[in-house]
Each structure stands twice: as C-alpha cells, then as structure tokens.
T-cell receptor, first 114, second 113 residues
C-alpha cells in the first residue's frame, strides 16, 4: 500500500466553477478525514467518515461543500460555486478506529480560485 | 480562540544538538496528542503521539513529554539532523484518537550542518 492518495495535486479554477477532489485512503482504514490548510495556519478539520457514514461536519463546511464516501473506500469532496476564499490546500487523512491511533495524511490538493 | 498554540514560529539548531519544540493547549478535554512534520508541497507526516494517561513517549530520536497540569507538551529530537528541517505541527483531540484533530500553526525547524 502506498499510503493516502489524493487527486489532483493541483487545481486552478475560475470563481463560480465547481470542483471535485478525490481521496483514496489506506486500504484497511475505516476512518477518513478532510482538512483544509491555508497559508501560515495549521490544518483545520472539515469532516470525517467512518466507513460510508459521515459522522461529523465542521461549521467551516458551508452548504457549498459536500463530501461523500459511497462505498466506504474512496471519498470525494466537492465545492460548488467556488470563491477566492476557498483557495487552500485540501488534505485527506485516514486511520483505523481502534482508539488512540494516528491519522496518516495524503499529499493534498492545492486549489487556486482565480 | 486558538486551542493549540505553538508560540515560537521558528527554531534553528546545530546538527547533533537537541531540538525542543513546545506546544501549549487550553482545552482540558484533550486526551490525545500528536506531532506531525511537514515538508513543502507535501502532506503532514506522523511522527509520534501520546495519550493523556502517559507523561512520556519515546520513539528513536523523538520523545514527547506531556505535562497535563501545565497543559503543555514538548517534542525533543536528539540528535538533530539536517533532514529534520521542516515545519512541525502539534495536534490534539478530545476523542481519544485522531478524530477532529485541532492543530497549532506550526513551527519551522532548521537544523544547520
């Protein structure tokens, strides 16, 4: 297993367009997390799944954002009607739910909204 | 309000010496703490973690110390190597694992040869 994989690595889009990112977690991990990181800040929690169930969403996740994990494997994060403030690094992580286990991060998708 | 604080934005040390990275937190419900290292254009890489039931955890050159009464943790790297140069993030969770991690802003460590 090569770890958490995110695609694309970079995305430039025009304001108002929709974008979708994909995350493939480590295969045996049943928890999957999405974070957002802006310049000079640490990652901020957006949402997480246990298998296909979305367990929690941050108030940072406006109604323009939607995340899915349809079969409990890969996940997608969609941003509708992008705004310049959405420009950030979007990070995906996965972990096993056995309590006290670390999350492993992918390389992230850098979104630039112009 | 920032629940996890890394008050020093940067640290520079000589190769072979000890690096000490500090982190303070305000939420007494945090019960699991992690350190991540991040290189430019890459995602964070897990380094070491500690549960609130412990006060020390060691893994090779990395040791994390937790002082619950002071709401403070530190990462010690001994000996420091040039390859350790990166941004280090402290993170915490109140759910016993990696759920809803709250990160500090990070600290840039430079290890000079």
């Amino acid at each position: 297993d090569t770890g958490v994989s995110q695609n694309p690595r970079h995305k430039i889009t025009k304001r108002g367009q929709n974008v979708t990112f994909r995350c493939d977690p480590i295969s045996e991990h049943n928890r999957l997390y999405w974070y957002r990181q802006t310049l000079g800040q640490g990652p901020e929690f957006l949402t997480y799944f246990q298998n296909e169930a979305q367990l929690e969403k941050s108030r940072l996740l406006s109604d323009r954002f939607s995340a899915e994990r349809p079969k409990g494997s890969f996940s997608t994060l969609e941003i509708q009607r992008t705004e310049q403030g959405d420009s950030a690094m979007y990070l995906c992580a996965s972990s096993l739910w056995t309590g006290g286990t670390e999350a492993f991060f992918g390389q992230g998708t850098r979104l630039t909204v112009v | 309000d920032q629940q996890v604080k890394q008050n020093s934005p940067s640290l520079s040390v000589q190769e072979g010496r000890i690096s000490i990275l500090n982190c303070d937190y305000t939420n007494s419900m945090f019960d699991y703490f992690l350190w991540y290292k991040k290189y430019p254009a890459e995602g964070p890489t897990f380094l070491i973690s500690i549960s609130s039931i412990k006060d020390k955890n060691e893994d090779g050159r990395f040791t994390v110390f937790l002082n619950k009464s002071a709401k403070h943790l530190s990462l010690h790297i001994v000996p420091s190597q040039p390859g350790d140069s990166a941004v280090y993030f402290c993170a915490a969770s109140d759910q016993g694992g990696s759920e809803k991690l709250v990160f500090g802003k990070g600290m840039k460590l430079t290890v000079n040869p």
